[in-house]
């Protein structure tokens, strides 16, 4: 399984645009790259997924460069809510099931 | 909307009580998976079943058992449980696809073993 590097802890002010990198080095041919989000006393949220290039959705940003060994989740204007811990996972299949790893994710702190 | 619901949100046994987690999910998913969390560890995979009565091992499965009887029905079995297993216990399930799958997560139960 590609391992994924993120940071451990990040803080923002209220309305800024938060941009968290996630490494993963060795991540294979048919890994797709997901990114979940959880608050305290919660189970994880999936957020966004991508391939390659840059998906966007209602939440968030998710950029891939074209070599796919880092990631970046951009959240705009952040707000208080967005206080969670965000995951991002690199995940292979094998058979009918996507074998992941969650790591120890980011703790992303909006302060007022 | 998927819906994954667990039995208990929080949880007290004692040290040696056989313990129930029930996770129960409403999408019609093959994959259901249990995981705990613990500060610092992040998620860390027990097992999963991607079929009815079929069951693999994840990261950490020693002092746990599993049982699907039922496509929507997952239970994590701990057959005496130990203070070390104090922990949050989270449920997931997802769709059996070609892509990449999305896990959806359940509340979550906190377990205490005293």
């Known amino acids: 399984l590609a391992k994924t590097t993120q940071p451990i802890s990040m803080d923002s002010y209220e309305g800024q645009e938060v941009n968290i990198t996630c490494s993963h080095n060795?991540?294979?041919?048919?890994?797709?790259i997901t990114w979940y989000q959880q608050f305290p006393s919660q189970g994880p949220r999936f957020i966004i997924q991508?391939?390659?290039t840059k998906v966007t959705n209602e939440v968030a940003s998710l950029f891939i460069p074209a070599d796919r060994k880092s990631s970046t989740l951009s959240l705009p204007r952040v707000s208080l809510s967005d206080t969670a811990v965000y995951y991002c996972l690199v995940g292979e299949r094998s058979g009918g099931y996507q074998k992941v790893t969650f790591g120890t994710g980011t703790k992303l702190q909006v302060i007022p | 909307d998927v819906k994954v619901t667990q039995s208990s949100r929080y949880l007290v046994k004692r040290t040696g009580e056989k313990v129930f987690l029930e996770c129960v999910q409403d999408?019609?998913?093959?994959?259901m998976f249990w995981y705990r969390q613990d500060p610092g560890l992040g998620l860390r995979l027990i097992y999963f079943?991607?079929?009815?009565?079929?069951?693999e091992k994840g990261d950490i499965p020693e002092g746990y058992s599993v049982s699907r009887e039922k496509k929507e029905r997952f239970s994590l079995i701990l057959e005496s449980a130990s203070t070390n297993q104090t922990s949050m216990y989270l449920c997931?399930?997802?769709?059996?696809?070609?892509?990449?799958?999305?896990?959806?997560f359940g509340p979550g139960t906190r377990l205490t073993v005293l």
């Open positions: 060795n991540i294979a041919t048919n890994d797709y």
């Open positions: 999408m019609d998913h093959e994959n």
């Open positions: 079943s991607y079929d009815v009565k079929m069951k």
């Open positions: 991508g391939y390659k």
């Open positions: 997931a399930s997802s769709l059996m696809g070609q892509g990449a799958d999305t896990q959806y």
